[in-house]
């Protein structure tokens, strides 16, 4: 932590010595104007797979992100959960920045988003300790991720109920020195502290008394809070004290592009207010990834990664999406708990055995079998009378 503190100070002199030159990365008149940016895809809830079972789809992207990012001037690619450890290093040293979005998985190496989630931070802490500026941002879930990365794999959160909650954000000690409010106009900041724009739809929280106790308040800056039903004070918005890491416990995505009306979506504020507010972080977010320079080995190998080699599905009828992405290619088999590895689809048979660890409602256990064998990665495991659904983003399995 002192490493860090001293580190700061030494980077803010630095700043003051040099600051002709944009302290954060390329000069100013240097930015990269074809920013690239990663977004974490997740294991669709099941409701969104009625009607598409047929295309045996393991992870998704909600389009909100994607479009939230397009509209701010990036190009996204998705990243996608369970591929070797290669893959996720590649990207960080193509993409020009992440995106950890929300949803509803584990934050824990037992989903392949948690998995996928610890790989790219610690490459990209590596890639910022290195001098290369690659910034991440954290959507509520993706909030929730970097909390539980940054504290070394160790859930901080405690339950709370901030779901269908349009609230004001209370600005806190600290945020006039950060990066994400030095740069936004008084009108936004205006908005954001007086207006119920911001959308939670959330029901676990970083109170004030675990930021201290975690150490996290060592490594971020709390920028603003906001309350739950019960008048919980949790942290809304956050930002890492040295590294371009920010964490969002709200959802700015919603605002402009989800439209569901249901009980259980309802309060996402679509003003003109709310609408400017978000666009602010999007594009304070796609300015950040304009200070990295990196790029993809090749053109051919950045168009056949972006997001435009897929077409995102109508699922404002199954989910709380209006539209998502869907992919069928990213499974992969755990081989043991250290390495994660690709099991082509000849290998998926009767005879895989579920290892004893897990995680999750319907965890397998030691001695649960593979009784059907569909294919690649949909299919049921059986104990007795318990059915487990296909859920391979939180099982792991061993080759005998
Ligand atoms: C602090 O975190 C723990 C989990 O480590 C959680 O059980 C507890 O409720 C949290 N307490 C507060 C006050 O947030
Ligand atoms: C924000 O929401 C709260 C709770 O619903 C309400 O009491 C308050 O009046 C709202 N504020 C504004 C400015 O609309
Ligand atoms: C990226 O920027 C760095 C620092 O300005 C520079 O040294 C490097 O050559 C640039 N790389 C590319 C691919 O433009
Ligand atoms: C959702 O809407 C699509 C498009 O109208 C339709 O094809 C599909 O059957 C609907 N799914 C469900 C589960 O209602
Ligand atoms: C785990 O898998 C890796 C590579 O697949 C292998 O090298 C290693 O020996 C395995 N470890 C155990 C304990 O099986
Ligand atoms: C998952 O995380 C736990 C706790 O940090 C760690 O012990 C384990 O090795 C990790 N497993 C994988 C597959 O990364
Ligand atoms: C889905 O899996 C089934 C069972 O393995 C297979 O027959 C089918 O071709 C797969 N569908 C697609 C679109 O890959």
Same mark, same amino acid.
């Given at each position: *932590? ?5 580190? =700061? ?18 000069? !100013? ?15 669709? #809830?099941? !409701? ?51 995106? =950890?979005?929300?949803?509803?998985? @584990?934050?824990?190496? !037992? ?72 740069? *936004? ?64 416990? =709200? ?33 304070? =977010? ?17 168009? @056949? ?6 077409? #995102? ?26 390495? #994660? &590895?690709?099991? #082509?689809?000849? &290998? ?53």
């Amino acid at each position: *932590m002192e490493d860090t503190r001293t580190y =700061f100070l030494f980077h803010v002199v630095l700043c003051l010595l040099t600051w002709v030159v944009d302290c954060y990365g390329l000069p !100013s008149d240097n930015l990269n104007l074809r920013p690239v940016i990663g977004v974490l895809a997740q294991h669709p #809830p099941d !409701s969104m797979l009625v009607g598409l079972e047929d295309h045996n789809f393991t992870s998704y992207i909600a389009a909100s992100y994607v479009k939230h990012l397009e509209s701010a001037g990036a190009r996204v690619i998705p990243i996608l959960t369970y591929r070797e450890d290669e893959y996720y290093e590649n990207l960080a040293q193509s993409l020009n920045g992440i995106v =950890f979005p929300g949803g509803a998985v @584990s934050i824990s190496n !037992s989903s392949g988003y948690g998995a996928a989630g610890r790989k790219l931070y610690d490459h990209a802490v590596a890639a910022n300790e290195r001098g290369v500026y690659l910034p991440i941002w954290g959507t509520c879930l993706g909030f929730e991720l970097l909390t539980y990365l940054a504290a070394d794999d160790t859930n901080w959160l405690a339950r709370c109920e901030a779901s269908n909650r349009a609230d004001p954000l209370t600005l806190q000690v600290g945020y006039e020195v950060s990066q994400v409010f030095q740069e *936004m106009p008084e009108d936004v900041k205006t908005i954001l502290t007086m207006e119920n724009v911001t959308v939670n739809f959330h029901h676990w929280c970083l109170t004030r008394q675990n930021f201290s106790t975690s150490g996290l308040s060592e490594l971020f800056n709390l920028l603003a809070t906001s309350v739950d039903d019960d008048g919980l004070e949790y942290i809304s918005l956050m930002e890492h004290w040295t590294l371009p890491i920010f964490g969002s416990q =709200f959802h700015p995505e919603k605002n402009p592009f989800e439209w569901s009306n249901d009980d259980h979506h309802d309060a996402i504020p679509h003003t003109p207010n709310a609408i400017l507010s978000a666009q602010y972080f999007v594009n304070f =977010f796609v300015n950040q990834a304009r200070r990295n320079n990196q790029t993809f080995g090749s053109s051919g190998e950045e168009e @056949s990664a972006l997001i435009y080699n897929y077409t #995102p599905y109508y699922t404002g009828n199954t989910s709380g999406f209006v539209q998502s992405y869907l992919f069928s290619s990213d499974s992969t088999l755990m081989t043991n708990n250290s390495s #994660p &590895r690709t099991i #082509p689809d000849q &290998r998926i048979t009767n005879d895989i055995q579920i290892h004893p660890i897990n995680t999750g409602n319907n965890a397998a256990a030691a001695g649960d079998t593979l009784v059907t064998n569909p294919g690649y990665y949909s299919y049921q495991m059986l104990e007795g009378e318990r059915s487990v659904p296909p859920l391979l983003a939180s099982l792991q399995y061993v080759i005998p």
